[in-house]
């Protein structure tokens, strides 16, 4: 059940197909999707003149400010969910982006229930509390159909993160 005013959702996508699709699911579901960037610094500027609840990210992001780097900035900047979307799930790439500490991870291709079943898992986290450690956890990952929790580690502190990866 949505809240009186629907959370608001920024796409950060370059596949426009993709991003269109996400898109119009979401308006569907009721909830308002602030727009559509293929670009980070686009996505930024977005962000911080109109504050979305829930950030949908590709990591696959080409050039300098890729996928990585913009969750990054988010993260620090915003402290704004992220569900990550991505279909590179090898365990390097994997462990790259849990870092980041995503609310949600939706494995490319995904299915409309994936998106849902994201989305809905990553609204019910946002007023519950981060608990003693002051982060979360654990994530799930949906992937066609399939939901695995996965446990994240302690955030990073003044480590650098592999963000050419």
């Given at each position: ?7 608001k ?25 602030l727009g559509?960037?293929t ?10 003149s109109?504050?979305?609840d829930?950030?949908?990210?590709n990591?696959g992001?080409p050039g ?16 704004l ?9 090898d ?5 790259g ?6 609310w ?8 409309n229930?994936?998106l849902?079943?994201?989305l ?7 007023d ?9 956890k654990t ?5 066609n ?9 302690p ?10 990866t």
């Amino acid at each position: 059940m949505l809240p009186a005013t629907p959370p608001k959702i920024l796409i950060v996508e370059n596949e426009l197909i993709i991003a269109a699709d996400v898109s119009v699911q979401f308006s569907q579901l009721g909830y308002e999707v602030l727009g559509i960037h293929t670009q980070v610094t686009d996505a930024l500027k977005t962000i911080a003149s109109n504050l979305p609840d829930i950030v949908i990210l590709n990591l696959g992001l080409p050039g300098k400010l890729n996928g990585l780097v913009a969750a990054r900035l988010i993260t620090e900047g915003y402290q704004l969910p992220l569900i990550f979307l991505s279909s590179n799930t090898d365990e390097a790439s994997l462990k790259g982006a849990l870092a980041l500490h995503p609310w949600a991870f939706i494995t490319k291709p995904f299915t409309n229930e994936d998106l849902e079943n994201a989305l809905e898992y990553t609204l019910a986290r946002l007023d519950q509390p981060l608990g003693a450690a002051g982060y979360q956890k654990t994530c799930k990952l949906f992937s066609n159909g399939k939901v695995y929790r996965l446990k994240l580690p302690p955030p990073l502190e003044a480590q650098s993160l592999p963000f050419g990866t």
